[in-house]
């Protein structure tokens, strides 16, 4: 009888640390995302609008997901917030480099429209 | 009985059903058309493992939305794919324009080779040109200084030549030019107008002067004495002039350069009522104009 009851407690208490603690803090999630941000604003996505508001909703999501980890939310859902962070901070590092590539290659050929133009007789 | 059979294959059925016929999220149909959209631009070329990586995110976003597909996971899912597969095209682009950038400067770099080599054959043409202007100049201006030269030369033994004449014959120079003063005794006998032969050495003398006053004009005057009537005077002066002037073209003077005129007695240098006077009277003059 003791020992059904040893095992009710166990499994109690093993079913209690789950269900409180659920998924684990995603550190590497957390470091990842503000890896990201801090990339794409050195690349430049401040210059650029469309870049620009990526960052802003990769810092916004990123917010909402340490608050989440702060109040003892839902690690899971805040780890999906972080990875959605991440991808907008991303695609802002993304789109900065096209916007300087493009504006690089219009400068080259505006260059070389130039020189023909002067290379005209 | 029949009724249990009925739920246990109904409702599974009726799941499936449910599942394969609710409707994906927007963020998943976005997912889908960033996707096709990466694909059919410039990411499959220049960026295909981000490509991939877009891929393999909307796959996931899609096994999401097949095991609940109205779950929070789903949207998250289907958002980051959408953003990958938007990445993935943002840096093919980047990749394009990079290589466009390349593909300028190398034309660049062409345009101003090709540039560079006709400002250079130009050049080579100018200086050319150059170097022709310069010694035609050059040779301009030596055939300037050998003509200023010839006629340095020329007017010296010009002037030699009159200085020569000079110690020897009657020479002077008034508002006509030169004249140079032949005493008609030493070249003609009295009355006539054929040359002693005595004359030829003077003669000889002035047409080898006169050959060498080149632009100069001669004109070879006789004069008598007031002897005689005018007519003859006249007469005579004018076939001794022209007597004088064929044998100076004889010895050389050009025809063109020399004429010949006979002034009588009106123009008498000394006074005719002396003998001295008459003798001096009776001449040849041969003047030689100014210089054109």
Redesign the interface.
């Known amino acids: 009888m003791l020992e059904v009851r040893s095992w009710s407690l166990v499994s109690i208490l093993t079913i209690a640390a789950l269900g409180c603690g659920g998924a684990p803090k995603p550190e590497a999630r957390i470091a990842s995302s503000e890896g990201a941000i801090r990339g794409a604003e050195e690349g430049g996505a401040n210059a650029v609008p469309e870049a620009t508001l990526?960052v802003k909703l990769a810092q916004e999501e990123r917010q909402k997901a340490l608050a989440i980890i702060k109040d003892g939310g839902d690690n899971h859902?805040a780890e999906?917030?972080l990875?959605?962070s991440e991808?907008?901070a991303?695609?802002a590092l993304?789109?900065a480099?096209?916007a300087?590539?493009?504006s690089?290659?219009a400068k080259?050929?505006e260059?070389?429209d130039a020189?023909?133009h002067?290379?005209a007789p | 009985m029949m009724l249990r059979h009925f739920f246990i294959i109904a409702l599974p059925c009726a799941a499936l059903v449910a599942c394969a016929t609710a409707s994906p999220p927007r963020e998943l149909v976005d997912a889908r058309t960033a996707y096709q959209q990466a694909e059919a631009g410039a990411a499959a070329k220049y960026v295909p493992a981000d490509l991939h990586v877009a891929r393999e995110s909307l796959d996931t976003a899609e096994k999401s939305f097949h095991d609940d597909a109205t779950s929070q996971d789903t949207i998250d899912n289907a958002y980051i794919a959408q953003l990958k597969a938007q990445r993935a095209e943002a840096l093919g682009e980047a990749a394009k324009a990079t290589e466009d950038k390349e593909r300028a400067d190398r034309e660049l770099g062409k345009t101003q080779e090709r540039m560079l080599s006709r400002d250079e054959a130009r050049l080579r043409d100018t200086q050319s040109q150059l170097a022709k202007e310069r010694d035609s100049v050059a040779k301009a201006q030596a055939e300037t200084a050998a003509e200023h030269a010839a006629r340095m030369a020329a007017e010296k033994k010009a002037q030699d030549a009159m200085d020569a004449l000079a110690k020897s014959l009657a020479m002077k120079k008034d508002e006509r030019g030169t004249v140079i003063t032949l005493s008609g005794g030493v070249l003609f006998a009295t009355g006539q107008s054929t040359l002693l032969a005595g004359a030829q050495t003077q003669l000889n003398q002035v047409a080898d002067a006169l050959k060498t006053q080149a632009e100069h004009h001669f004109l070879v005057g006789g004069h008598t004495d007031n002897q005689g009537n005018d007519r003859i005077n006249d007469e005579l002066s004018t076939q001794r002039a022209n007597a004088v002037r064929d044998y100076l073209i004889v010895r050389g003077v050009s025809a063109d350069a020399i004429t010949a005129q006979g002034f009588g007695s009106h123009q008498p240098i000394a006074d005719n009522h002396t003998t001295e006077g008459r003798a001096m009277n009776r001449r040849v003059e041969i003047i030689v104009d100014k210089a054109q």
Do not use: N, P, T
Request: aromatic residues 0%.
């Open positions: 990526h859902r999906m917030i990875a959605r991808a907008d991303d695609l993304a789109l480099r096209a300087a590539a493009k690089e290659a080259a050929q260059a070389v020189l023909k002067k290379e």
